[in-house]
């Protein structure tokens, strides 16, 4: 997964942060939440540097939205162009910065979830290489070297710092510490806990795998109960209400004598609702999905 700032047209972070150093000035030295997603992104960008960079894009964007629409509306003839032009520029900037303060956030937690996603399978092809009589550090090797997607670019940190002379248990431990996936940081623990105390590698790997597979299952059941009442709002919202509404609008239509236009607007307007609360539907059902799954 890579980082990058969204509406941003460079992807160069170290240009970014000398074009906005300026504005660093506006930003608070008090840490927040905002400094621990940013570490785990693996950015090199702090949490000041990134506001910094946001509200430098935040003010390029209200004021060449500014220029641009109140010059269209102007044009256009309207009236109060400049207010109506203002406030359009600064809700398309406010929403664009709010995308932006938002993301590390976001980054975090969809990287979370694609690593808790392979976890178990990680876990369980580290057990047979063990059991084969592969060495800790070659199973790493092989997991950062396999397709289990951001478990293996983790792993891939992981090696890279065994290979520059940090011990193990100490590499382990600093990306348990760094990581905002608490599975995925269990399972860090208990490696480096393993060693440390001399214990059967074996034995605490499959803990691990027993751990989480039960976190699974409860999981699982957890979401089969939200999904009932997300399916019984969808047949409301979704088949029964336009269901009723066009036949209702039908019947008005007749009684009344609508014109064509006006009803085949109505229709529209049906069918745009329909198809708001699908997506909404679908995104709700992809945001409530089990992350071990």
Do not use: H
Request: net charge positive.
């Amino acid at each position: 997964m890579e980082f990058r700032i969204p509406f941003a047209i460079s992807r160069d972070l170290e240009i970014l942060k000398r074009r906005s150093k300026r504005f660093m000035k506006f930003t608070s030295p008090k840490p927040n939440k905002i400094d621990d997603y940013l570490k785990d992104t693996g950015a090199n960008i702090n949490r000041r540097q990134y506001l910094a960079v946001c509200y430098r894009f935040f003010s390029f964007n209200l004021l060449s939205l500014s220029v641009i629409l109140t010059s269209i509306l102007g044009l256009a003839g309207a009236n109060m162009f400049y207010y109506y032009g203002l406030g359009a520029a600064f809700l398309i900037s406010g929403f664009m910065l709010a995308n932006q303060m938002n993301y590390p956030r976001s980054f975090s937690i969809n990287k979370a979830r694609n690593i808790e996603r392979n976890l178990i399978s990680v876990l369980q092809d580290m057990l047979v290489q063990l059991n084969s009589g592969v060495p800790i550090f070659r199973i790493l090797v092989n997991i950062s070297e396999s397709e289990y997607e951001q478990v293996s670019e983790e792993f891939k940190k992981i090696t890279k710092e065994i290979s520059a002379g940090i011990s193990q248990i100490d590499a382990l431990e600093k990306y348990g510490k760094l990581t905002n996936s608490r599975y995925f940081k269990r399972v860090l623990w208990q490696l480096s806990n393993g060693m440390r105390a001399g214990s059967d590698m074996g034995v605490v790997i499959k803990e691990g795998i027993k751990s989480l597979s039960d976190e699974q299952a409860i999981q699982i059941q957890s979401y089969g109960g939200k999904l009932n009442p997300l399916i019984m709002f969808y047949m409301l919202i979704a088949i029964i209400l336009p269901s009723l509404a066009i036949t209702f609008l039908i019947i008005i239509s007749s009684i009344l004598s609508a014109s064509e236009s006006m009803v085949k607007l109505m229709f529209f307007g049906i069918f745009g609702f329909v198809l708001f609360v699908q997506m909404m539907f679908l995104g709700i059902i992809k945001s409530r999905r089990p992350s071990l799954l």
